[in-house]
Nanobody, 120 residues
Framework: QVQLVESGGGSVQTGGSLRLSCETSGSISEINTMEWYRQAPGRQRELVARITGAGSTNYGDSAKGRFTISRDSAKNSVYLQMNALVPEDSGVYYC??????????????WGQGTQVTVSS
């Protein structure tokens, strides 16, 4: 089976930084697009950042200029560097990946999330 595990969340003050990591495991043949989403209480889950297998990136409006997504293809991992954090960035951050496994071919997988709390 394929698993995604996020780490790096925590509590910081406004203006601080965090670096989130998403590590994959299992019988993985290939990973294409990898993404970070976040969800705050009472709000819809929203796309924060996306990186394709070719390295192209896209960001949600609130993340542009402050967040950077990157990946390590050799490790099948994706990262999110978050700078100049504000309270509105608080929420559970989820890793999502389009994965080809030996058993099931292509499919979408989610991690269980990591909490980010930004206080003023």
């Amino acid at each position: 089976q394929v698993q995604l595990v996020e780490s790096g969340g925590g509590s910081v003050q406004t203006g601080g930084s965090l670096r989130l990591s998403c590590e994959t495991s299992g019988s993985i043949s290939e990973i294409n697009t990898m993404e970070w989403y976040r969800q705050a209480p009472g709000r819809q889950r929203e796309l924060v950042a996306r990186i394709t297998g070719a390295g192209s990136t896209n960001y949600g409006d609130s993340a542009k200029g402050r967040f950077t997504i990157s990946r390590d293809s050799a490790k099948n991992s994706v990262y999110l560097q978050m700078n100049a954090l504000v309270p509105e960035d608080s929420g559970v951050y989820y890793c999502r990946a389009n994965v080809r496994s030996v058993v099931t071919s292509w499919g979408v997988y989610w991690g269980q999330g990591t909490q980010v709390t930004v206080s003023s």
